[in-house]
């Protein structure tokens, strides 16, 4: 339950705002983990990092019923972990262990748990937001009142299919809430040279309400989505949420070795002073929701989770070479299906 007071101050229950810290420190450890992994070649590819974006993942997640859906991006691993997933079992995905929540097929841009909702990662910048509005729709049809948050980045927002996705969910009354995070830059090229008009603008347009939000602060991000979801659910409205929020990392691990320099060490800095795992335990100690030791305590709870998943994805099995097109195709390990169906002979 949010219950935020004047100025700003938090206003949310004490186990809700502690709980938002931990799943921020999960999400920042695992984030920093996987980076030490891709360099070890332990995990055997690039990772979009979402450290600086954990207030997003954090709010966004606690808004969501037990039966509401949520789509992802290639940056979401903190959108995973905060719905639920078990993060020894998205590390080991990671990893390519049979034991992960794909069973090693998916890795870090293509994770999925439809047990909780989660209607996968997805590497093709803002193909979850059709998946989305139909998955809702799906379900409202069959009379449920699900909910779905489709996340995206600022860089989505010239994809055409986001705003088919948008329009489509005004004239069907379908209540996904679209959640942009908005961190200035798609790769390394900034936003002010993509898009003419600011970015709700464009969600406006379509016909459903809008808002920016300090994604730096997990209860405003809280906030937002709470009274998205309770619309949502209620009149079948969809939303459209701008977190305003930024990457301390590059675009992705490899991003370093490219040389490529798009952002002063002043803005860095300046965003820097704002990160959410600094700030946030400091205004819980400040209101006295968190106690003395309290944040020492999350973060020897959250390390050792963090140790516990990379030694379970380094003792799980590896898939079988047989195993290669199991689960690619319905009938299995492609049996059956016709020569023209690869366009061969």
């Not at 329009?167 to 996904?176: E, G, K, Q, R, T």
């Amino acid at each position: 339950m949010s219950r935020r007071g004047a100025n700003g101050a938090i206003g949310l229950e004490p186990e809700l705002a502690i709980s938002l810290y931990r799943t921020m420190r999960l999400v920042r450890r695992f984030e920093e983990t996987c980076v030490d992994l891709v360099k070890d070649n332990e995990i055997a590819a690039v990772v979009h990092e979402s450290i600086g974006q954990e207030a997003v993942a954090a709010g966004v997640t606690a808004a969501l019923g037990a039966r509401d859906y949520l789509t992802s991006t290639h940056r979401g691993h903190g959108h995973i972990l905060g719905r639920g997933a078990d993060p020894t079992r998205v590390m080991a995905e990671l990893m390519g262990r049979t034991t992960g929540t794909n069973r090693g097929r998916g890795g870090s841009m293509h994770v999925g748990a439809p047990d909780l909702g989660i209607l996968g990662a997805n590497g093709i910048v803002g193909a979850g937001t059709p998946i989305a509005v139909g998955a809702t729709w799906a379900a409202r049809t069959d009379g449920g009142d699900s909910v779905c948050a489709a996340f995206f980045g600022d860089g989505a927002i010239n994809q055409g299919v986001v705003h088919e996705a948008m329009n489509l969910a005004v004239i069907w009354d379908v209540p996904v809430i679209f959640c942009c995070e908005n961190n200035l830059y798609a790769v390394t090229t900034s936003l002010s040279d993509m898009t003419g008009v600011p970015i709700i603008e464009r969600a406006g347009g379509v016909g459903m309400p809008v808002t920016s939000v300090d994604g730096m602060d997990p209860g405003a991000v809280h906030d937002a989505m709470v009274e998205a979801t309770a619309r949502g659910r209620r009149d079948g409205t969809p939303s459209f949420i701008e977190f305003r929020t930024y990457r301390y990392s590059g675009h992705h691990t490899a991003e370093a070795a490219t040389g490529v320099d798009y952002r002063s060490d002043a803005e860095m800095e300046s965003w820097r002073r704002r990160d959410p795992l600094v700030t946030w335990p400091e205004r819980l100690a400040a209101g006295g929701i968190l106690a003395a030791g309290g944040k020492e305590a999350i973060d020897a709870e959250v390390e050792a989770l963090i140790a516990e998943s990379v030694r379970f994805a380094r003792n799980s099995p590896w898939p079988e070479p047989a195993e290669v097109l199991d689960l690619a195709y319905a009938g299995g390990a492609g049996d059956g299906f016709p020569a023209t169906t690869w366009g061969g002979t």
